[in-house]
């Protein structure tokens, strides 16, 4: 079983809807959890971390379920320059962490 | 201000060829990291460096190696280079611990024909 797992998709909404993926983890002792978005041939950027009470930041909201070990992310609102590739990374301690292999989510007018 | 470079951006390249690839931060980080990035899109970590010791070597063969000169680069080279080493190579940084954010560089595309 892979470490951390998501579903590739591609999610394909219109503007303005809502989409919402999952990520799973391997392993039940896994210590932090982010969001990256990567877009199409460029270098992944933070776009959040995930805390265990469940975040928001503007129009994304990431939630922490460690009984069922997975987070998610729920983007509002949907704009097209949401559109890319979305990558879960795990922490297990500070010398081990994962990446998914990200959830693609393609926005259309 | 660019934060995180890495050279050369394209390299394409003959199997058995040897080549080193760069990397340099001016965030005043401790850590940096290579990470590369099949056709897949599956991004996974090869090695850490903080203030220059490695601090995590995964399961990597030893035809790549890294070497920091100084806590401001990290720069990778790969020998006897093989058809599966084509990938993306990233590389980053950041403040001590891997729960810190990572900044990522721009990203090699490396080419073995």
């Known amino acids: 079983r892979k470490e951390v797992e998501q579903d590739p998709g591609p999610f394909n909404v219109p503007e303005g809807a809502t989409v919402a993926f999952n990520c799973t983890y391997s392993?039940?002792?896994?210590?932090?959890f982010f969001w990256y978005r990567q877009d199409c041939r460029k270098e992944p950027k933070l776009l959040m971390s995930?805390?265990?009470s469940g975040n928001e930041d503007g129009r994304f909201t990431a939630q922490l379920n460690r009984a069922s070990q997975y987070i998610s992310l729920l983007i509002r609102d949907s704009k097209l320059s949401d559109s890319a590739t979305y990558l879960c990374v795990v922490i297990l301690n500070d010398y081990k962490l994962s990446f998914g292999a990200g959830t693609t989510v393609t926005v259309r007018a | 201000d660019t934060a995180v470079s890495q050279t050369p951006k394209y390299l394409v390249t003959q199997m058995g060829n040897d080549k080193s690839i760069k990397c340099e931060q001016n965030?005043?980080?401790?850590?940096m990291y290579w990470y590369k990035q099949d056709s897949k899109k599956f991004l996974k970590i090869m090695f850490s460096?903080?203030?220059?010791?490695?601090?995590i070597n995964e399961t990597v063969p030893n035809r790549f190696s890294p070497k920091s000169p100084d806590k401001a680069h990290l720069n990778l080279h790969i020998n006897s280079l093989e058809l599966g080493d084509s990938a993306v190579y990233f590389c980053a940084s950041s403040l001590p611990g891997t729960s810190s954010e990572q900044f990522f560089g721009p990203g090699t595309r490396l080419t073995v024909l």
């Open positions: 995930v805390y265990s």
């Open positions: 965030l005043g980080h401790d850590t």
């Open positions: 392993n039940s002792a896994s210590q932090s």
């Open positions: 460096y903080n203030n220059k010791e490695l601090i």
